[in-house]
T-cell receptor, first 114, second 112 residues
């Protein structure tokens, strides 16, 4: 069975600082990995995805993530935080197949201090 | 723009009174999903349709049902809402699930 672990529930950074949100996965087959962002009272927006092509994936809003198979990790980074990045971030994993389903981690709240 | 639309954005219902949430899509995706998200928790899959084939998660309560009359629309019916059913309900679609889902803005359900 697939699963995602996001350690911690809250990360706080200063504006302009590096953002690092950690995600580790468990999957019995090569996974597909995703990061989603959720603003208050909104749905989830896809930030980026790993689908077995390049291991360094660039997404929207300056975010990127690196797939490391040896570490079973898919950490999300952004070099310089902006106030508008404050939101909830979910890592998710999916396996291959037409009936594949996304399994989400519990999410991390990112706060950005002025 | 092509998108996933959920109506209403906010729904208040009485304890035990049936309620229906709706989702429509203009993406022509063949898979539609319903997720329940409680406060400060991850979204939890309730069920999904692959075309007309309904797939229920094992731990989804019988109180929750779904209908998909055509490709564009999908409904979530809660037969007898309890206080514990208060949550954000998210609809999502996909044509190639391994490439990610497109989510609607959600319906926040309050049970009074």
């Amino acid at each position: 069975a697939q699963s995602v672990t996001q350690l911690g529930s809250h990360v706080s950074v200063s504006e302009g600082a590096l953002v690092l949100l950690r995600c580790n996965y468990s999957s019995s087959v090569p996974p597909y990995l995703f990061w989603y962002v959720q603003y208050p009272n909104q749905g989830l927006q896809l930030l980026l995805k790993y689908t077995s092509a390049a291991t360094l994936v660039k997404g929207i809003n300056g975010f990127e993530a690196e797939f490391k198979k040896s570490e079973t990790s898919f950490h999300l980074t952004k070099p310089s935080a902006h106030m508008s990045d404050a939101a909830e971030y979910f890592c998710a994993v999916s396996e291959s197949g037409a009936n594949s389903k996304l399994t989400f981690g519990k999410g991390i709240t990112l706060s950005v201090r002025p | 723009d092509a998108m996933v639309i959920q109506n209403p954005r906010y729904q208040v219902t009485q304890f035990g009174k049936p309620v229906t949430l709706s989702c429509s899509q203009t993406l022509n995706h063949n898979v539609m999903y319903w997720y329940q998200q409680k406060s400060s928790q991850a979204p939890k899959l309730l069920f999904h349709y692959y075309d007309k084939d309904f797939n229920n998660e094992a731990d989804t309560p019988d109180n929750f049902q779904s209908r998909r009359p055509n490709t564009s629309f999908c409904f979530l019916d809660i037969r007898s809402p309890g206080l514990g059913d208060a949550a954000m309900y998210l609809c999502a679609t996909s044509n190639r699930p391994n490439y990610g889902y497109t989510f609607g803005s959600g319906t926040r359900l309050t049970v009074v």
